[in-house]
């Protein structure tokens, strides 16, 4: 069953929903293949919305909520979605950017009590309870979720059946598959880390419990009231739940594992998570296009005293999982211990990009393995990660591209060039820092440029900090030094990546 903010659906009544969600589907001519869009926080929606979508073969789109209504707009026009799913909240974004959706067939409120659109319980009224019985085969596209692109523009990335189940496996087997299991979601539902989690958790039957908001004192009061045994977070929100007074006095003795990925974490947070919370960290590492985590650094490896070193590593491959270290430029393996980028072969593996051939091509090689863009070496079997080939940079989960936000500065009057990369932050991990070069004559504060990327980006896009200067950091060919320029930032520092 699923609670989400207090309310418990079972899996009766979510069969029961999407059933008809799926007739509903049906009568408004949803074939399979179609897209359905879905704007929400965490609720009980997004799997009776997958799962009904599934029954008729179309592909759920879950949008990012954090976005700025034109990004969301972008998303919807780019997969084609034929129905917009929104919670009321967000009702008002869509409305405002509704003229350029004109794919779209229908917008359906999820509540429906201060928006304009029909509200899902009337949309599905009068539909049967009744299985549609369709057979979907394993390759077919279940889920289309949007990751940043390195050209300023987000890609839909293609996980069919055999890639989600695929993580369903690793994580049964690394993490259990007891029906009586109790797993907290700390996690956003339209990242694939907290999609597929949940997945994990339907498949054995277990308790799945979430929140549409996230409240690091609430965690911790529902891991002591629920017992809870699972939780699935991320390295920043370890970070808030270790500094909140109430962790060093509850009873968190229910925990059995405490699974989190996205990014890299601090050695002494970790530490400090493991004295406080108990031996019970699973690390990971993976990304969208690989169905989440495909490695595992294990509880004994948290506190293996003979070998420190192991915390600041992600782990080694799963079961079935391959990796290898690539000069990025000859595209020759590097021998054991030298850095190189990343790359991955794994059933976990993503169907490619949605309606990006040249991009899917560069990424998803035809030999069957995935090009991270991560840059590492491995150590004994164990992945070291220290930068990035594709400057992404990661802030509290959040992937972000610096080409997404150097296009909107840009589209500032005052702003003649603009370069955008990360930079230690305490909270973070990493926060967004521009460099930017006035338009000669022009002057512009930090502040003002900081109010316009939020008027244009998602929040955790958007710088946190602005300098300026007379010019950028080129090579000889006029390329801009992107690495080089944000060197002095990580001064001290030995790797790279937050």
């Known amino acids: 069953m699923t609670t989400f903010d207090g309310e418990t659906t079972t899996y009766g009544m979510m069969q029961t929903r999407s059933n008809r969600i799926a007739g509903a589907l049906l009568a408004a001519g949803i074939t399979p293949g179609d897209r359905i869009a879905l704007i929400a926080k965490n609720c009980t929606e997004y799997f009776a919305l997958l799962l009904g979508a599934r029954k008729v073969g179309a592909v759920m789109v879950a949008v990012n909520w954090r976005l700025a209504p034109d990004e969301m707009a972008f998303i919807i026009e780019d997969s084609q979605a034929r129905l917009i799913f929104v919670a009321d909240e967000f009702a008002a974004g869509i409305a405002s950017v509704s003229n350029r959706l004109g794919g779209v067939d229908q917008i359906i409120a999820l509540e429906g009590v201060n928006s304009p659109y029909q509200n899902l319980q009337d949309w599905i009224a009068g539909y049967p309870d009744q299985d549609t019985h369709y057979a979907s085969a394993a390759d077919e596209i279940a889920l289309q979720l949007y990751t940043s692109g390195t050209t300023g523009r987000p890609k839909g990335v293609l996980l069919s059946n055999a890639s989600l189940f695929s993580f369903v496996r690793t994580a049964e087997a690394a993490f259990g598959d007891d029906p009586h299991e ?291 950091i080129r090579n000889p060919s006029g390329k801009v030094l992107r690495a080089k320029m944000r060197e002095p930032y990580w001064e001290g520092w030995d790797r790279r990546i937050a």
């Open 182 to 472: 109790v797993h907290l979601n700390a996690l956003p539902l339209f990242h694939v880390g907290g999609m597929n989690w949940s997945l994990q958790c339907f498949s054995h039957g277990a308790h799945c419990i979430a929140f549409s908001d996230f409240d690091p004192d609430e965690v911790i009061a529902e891991i002591e009231r629920s017992g809870v045994t699972h939780l699935m977070t991320v390295p920043a929100v370890i970070k808030m739940l270790l500094d909140r007074p109430a962790v060093r006095q509850a009873d968190l003795s229910s925990l059995r594992v405490v699974n989190y990925g996205g990014s890299t974490i601090a050695e002494k947070v970790l530490k400090d998570a493991v004295a406080t919370m108990g031996n019970v960290f699973h690390g990971m590492y993976g990304a969208t296009e690989l169905s989440f985590g495909l490695t595992l650094l294990t509880p004994a490896e948290h506190v293996d005293g003979a070998r420190p070193h192991l915390l600041r590593s992600a782990g080694r491959p799963v079961p079935g999982t391959e990796i290898r270290v690539v000069d990025p430029a000859t595209m020759a393996e590097v021998a054991p211990g030298e850095k190189g980028e990343i790359w991955v072969k794994s059933p976990q593996r993503a169907n490619g990009y949605w309606q990006r051939p040249e991009a899917t091509a560069e990424i998803f090689r035809a030999d069957g393995w995935y090009r991270s863009g991560d840059m590492g070496h491995v150590e004994d079997g164990y992945i070291y990660l220290t930068d990035r080939l594709n400057d992404m940079v990661v802030s509290g989960g959040e992937n972000i591209y610096p080409a997404e936000v150097e296009r909107v500065l840009l589209e500032h009057e005052a702003v003649g060039e603009a370069v955008a990369f990360g930079i230690p932050d305490a909270r973070w991990g990493e926060a967004v820092h521009a460099v930017v070069v006035p338009v000669p004559g022009r002057s512009i504060d930090e502040e003002t440029l900081i109010a316009f990327a939020r008027e244009r980006l998602a929040r955790f896009k958007c710088p946190r900090s602005v300098s300026f200067a007379s010019d950028l």
